[in-house]
């Protein structure tokens, strides 16, 4: 049996008119457990920035730029009985021009395995003021420091 090893993803921090677009993290019966950046798994031989970008593309079809490094960080946590072990980057990006959705209506996405869901745009404040449950630990603590800075 070959030993189990953290995972690497990228994910991306998507801003637009004081909005945070989010994907939902569903519990194994359905329910909302909480949110998360789009993105996903970094290849074998892939940089990390690569990964975030085409995650995007191939989750909502359209284009992103990286701006900057957010930050990168360990995500130990436990899931229904089973222990997750994550790598995370965490990219702050804008659409690429023309890319940018003309509002905030929810996004229709496709996972890697074909599943849909919807991306939706929440309301930067009250994320960064503890309003929803946000994946992985500690993503909102430091927006809210990179939000302090700028």
């Given at each position: 049996m070959e030993p189990r090893r953290p995972r690497t993803i990228a994910l991306a921090v998507v801003m637009q008119q004081d909005?945070?677009?989010l994907q939902p993290v569903?519990?194994?019966?359905?329910t909302?457990?909480?949110w998360r950046p789009l993105g996903g798994g970094v290849e074998?031989?892939?940089?990390?920035a690569d990964a975030v970008a085409r995650?995007?593309?191939e989750e909502t079809t359209r284009h992103i730029e990286v701006v900057s490094l957010l930050d990168v960080s360990?995500?130990?946590f436990d899931w229904y009985g089973e222990t997750g072990h994550e790598v995370v980057f965490q990219y702050v990006v804008r659409f690429a021009d023309g890319q940018a959705p003309p509002d905030l209506a929810p996004l229709a996405c496709i996972e890697d395995d074909g599943g849909r869901f919807e991306a939706c745009w929440l309301p930067?404040?009250?994320?960064?003021?503890?309003?929803y449950e946000i994946f992985p630990q500690g993503f909102v603590e430091r927006l809210g420091r990179?939000?302090?800075?700028?």
């Open positions: 909005h945070l677009l569903h519990a194994p019966d359905g909302l457990r909480g074998y031989g892939e940089r990390a995650e995007v593309r360990e995500h130990i930067l404040a009250e994320v960064v003021g503890g309003a990179w939000l302090g800075e700028r």
